[in-house]
Antibody
């Protein structure tokens, strides 16, 4: 059974870059069956879609984050990653990686990682 | 502010039926994009509850159902149980943003 696990620093300084990796186990990230994505949730608040990526490295990004966001797929390691530059306290959140099913615009997130808390603070 | 609007909270007694609304616009629900629902129990990651308007993943009880009408969607939970207490989110696609959008979430309290 496929599982997703986020990893990365739990603390990032303001103006620096946040980098997270999602490791996929129990299946291949290189399948055409799924997209892969990131969602975040500030503590005590709601969910925000960050972006989605296909194994071909086609990306779909939240316009509000696009200028600071990079997403990549590493098929050799069965991982996908997120980097968010010039972070501020507003980027403090639980970050979840997820598997997406369905065709473009009809996606849904059918499998989630446990999430990792990233705090932006000096 | 979320593109999809949900009530902040709903409550019900065990055994009762509750509904959670999700109101969108002509660029998301009204544009015939699918609505999906997620359940987030305290301290856990969200879990897919309903996909493509009214389909339950394997393992989700049939106490959970959903419907859409125009620019609104609704999640219904019948036979309310204490273990249902948590946050519920709707999700769709917004053509103006060219991306996925979530509702602000609804906190369900079982009295």
């Amino acid at each position: 059974q496929m599982q997703l696990q986020e990893s990365g620093p739990g603390l990032v300084k303001p103006s620096e870059t946040l980098s997270l990796t999602c490791t996929v186990s129990g299946g291949s990230i290189g399948t055409s069956a799924y997209y892969w994505g990131w969602i975040r949730q500030p503590p005590g608040k709601g969910l925000e879609w960050i972006g989605s990526i296909y194994f071909t490295e086609s990306t779909y990004q939240n316009p509000s984050l696009e200028s600071r966001l990079t997403m990549l797929v590493d098929k050799s390691k069965n991982q996908f990653s997120l980097t968010l530059s010039s972070v501020t306290a507003a980027d403090t959140a639980f970050y979840y990686c997820a598997r997406l099913r369905g065709t473009y615009a009809y996606w849904y997130f059918d499998l989630w990682g446990r999430g990792t808390l990233v705090t932006v603070s000096s | 502010q979320s593109v999809l609007t949900q009530p902040p909270s709903v409550s019900g007694a065990p055994g009762q039926r509750v509904t959670i609304s999700c109101t969108g616009s002509s660029s998301d629900i009204g544009a015939i994009y699918d609505i999906h629902w997620y359940q987030q129990l305290p301290g856990t990651a969200p879990k897919l509850l309903i996909y493509a308007n009214n389909n339950r993943p394997s393992g989700v009880p049939d106490r959970f159902s959903a419907s859409t009408s125009g620019t609104s969607a609704s999640l219904a939970i019948t036979g309310l149980q204490a273990e249902d207490e948590g946050d519920y989110y709707c999700q769709s696609y917004d053509s103006r943003l060219s991306g996925s959008v979530f509702g602000g979430g609804t906190k369900l309290t079982v009295l």
